[in-house]
């Protein structure tokens, strides 16, 4: 019989990767611009997400990768708000 561990930190991730994807699905279709903020809080959110789920599981590249892709949506979200100044 197949088992399923659920914990936080995988419910965590899974919450990262549908905001990750959503992101990217609603600009491939238009609906969301990468010149608006929302767009990068997403991306900023699915990194949170799965930048826990690795530090649980020690998994240093993906750690790595997703903070840089935090910081870089919140360097965008600082420049898209200092444009409107």
């Known amino acids: 019989m197949l088992t399923v561990n659920v914990t ?6 899974w919450g990262g990767t549908l905001s990750y994807l959503t992101a990217y699905f ?12 929302l767009y990068h809080v997403l991306n900023i959110v ?6 826990y789920n ?15 892709w935090a910081l870089i949506a ?4 600082f420049m898209i708000q200092a444009r409107k100044s």
């Not at 936080?8 to 991730?13: D, F, N, P, T, W």
């Open 26 to 37: 609603l600009l491939s279709i238009n609906k969301l611009k990468a010149g608006r903020p």
């Open 74 to 77: 919140g360097w965008a979200i």
């Open 46 to 51: 699915g990194a949170l997400g799965l930048t």
């Open 54 to 68: 690795a530090l649980r599981l020690n998994d240093y590249p993906n750690i790595i990768v997703n903070i840089a």
């Open 8 to 13: 936080v930190s995988s419910l965590v991730g």
